[in-house]
């Protein structure tokens, strides 16, 4: 026994094995291919945050975290992988205790409370302030707004809530309650219904779309407009491995050829404003809408009389 154990001690050290096997790297994307040869560079997270920030402050309506980070991807300051995303995490968060770094947008969690007026006349006002009439009173389709990532809510909120459209999250595959409001929401609007819908691309994400319009059946036109192959390639978005794990990672390669996974957060803000923008304005009546807001303005002098 000892000397087996002997013999065990002086094994040499096994060599850390290669990120991608090297016979696989030649049909790698080029994008894949610089992400391997990155994951051996020093980063210097100095200069991260010195970027992160900037692009934080630069932002129309702040981002999240994980926005940040494709953007940081992008520029090729980190890798793509999840744990430089928790190192990122971790830097952002010792720089905000320290008052000098910008918050993130954080869907997830809110104070929960009652709200409350100090007087009759001041409930009044508030009610003034947001009456709002149904926005899309006379549009000819009853448009939805689809988003994979919940995360992602906010801004659709920040750029379309004026527009009184309602938002799908649907936070990965959607629950038969879920399921079942989205339909009566739908059947409830007795006019033809579009989804405008967009989502990661990989084998999870297309499912999870594909699942949603199934199970709902209810949409007249469904319009994916993102992510694809063309904007992974016009706006040079930087994909990870797919995991093959995924039960639908098969179909995927069956389709597309690779094996690959590409966030919808790695669109900066603007980027997603314009792909949402550009099939909204082929349903949605603009005239009709400012109609809409001259009687809304009406009603709202009649709340302060």
């Known amino acids: 026994m000892r000397q087996q154990f002997a013999a065990e001690a002086f094994k040499p050290i096994p060599q850390p094995k290669e990120l991608v096997p090297e016979e ?31 692009i934080v402050e630069s932002s129309e309506l702040s981002m999240t975290l994980r926005q940040l980070f494709y953007q940081l991807v ?28 910008p918050d993130f947008i954080d869907a997830t969690r809110e104070i929960h409370e009652y709200l409350s007026f100090q007087s009759p006349v001041q409930a009044k006002e508030w009610l003034s302030l947001r009456y709002r009439r149904n926005r899309t009173e006379g549009q000819g389709f009853s448009l939805y707004l689809g988003v994979e990532k919940r995360g992602l809510v906010v801004q659709l909120k920040h750029w379309f809530s004026d527009y009184g459209v309602p938002i799908l999250c649907l936070g990965g595959y959607s629950s038969q309650t879920y399921v079942n409001t989205v339909v009566l929401h739908v059947e409830q609007q007795e006019r033809p219904s579009v989804l405008i819908y967009a989502g990661d691309f990989d084998p999870s994400g297309e499912d999870i779309h594909r699942d949603f319009v199934a199970r709902t059946n209810c949409f007249d036109h ?34 597309y050829g690779e094996l690959s996974q590409t966030e919808l957060d790695a ?39």
């Open 74 to 101: 992008s520029r090729g300051l980190i890798p793509n992988t999840q744990s430089y995303y928790g190192h990122l995490s971790k830097k952002t968060a010792a720089a905000r205790r320290e008052g000098i770094f």
């Open 24 to 54: 696989l790297k030649q049909n790698l994307p080029l994008t894949l291919k610089k992400e391997i040869n990155m994951k051996k560079k020093r980063v210097s997270w100095e200069k991260v945050l010195l970027v992160a920030k900037e």
């Open 222 to 255: 469904v319009e994916r407009v993102a992510l694809n192959e063309d904007q992974i390639s016009k706006y040079d978005l930087v994909p990870q491995m797919g995991k093959t794990t995924d039960p639908r990672a098969f179909a995927f390669v069956e389709k």
């Open 267 to 305: 669109l900066t803000p603007k980027q997603l404003k314009s792909v949402y923008m550009e099939a909204f304005k082929n349903y949605f009546d603009f005239e009709m809408y400012e109609k809409v807001l001259e009687k809304e303005a009406e009603e709202r002098e009649s709340l302060c009389a």
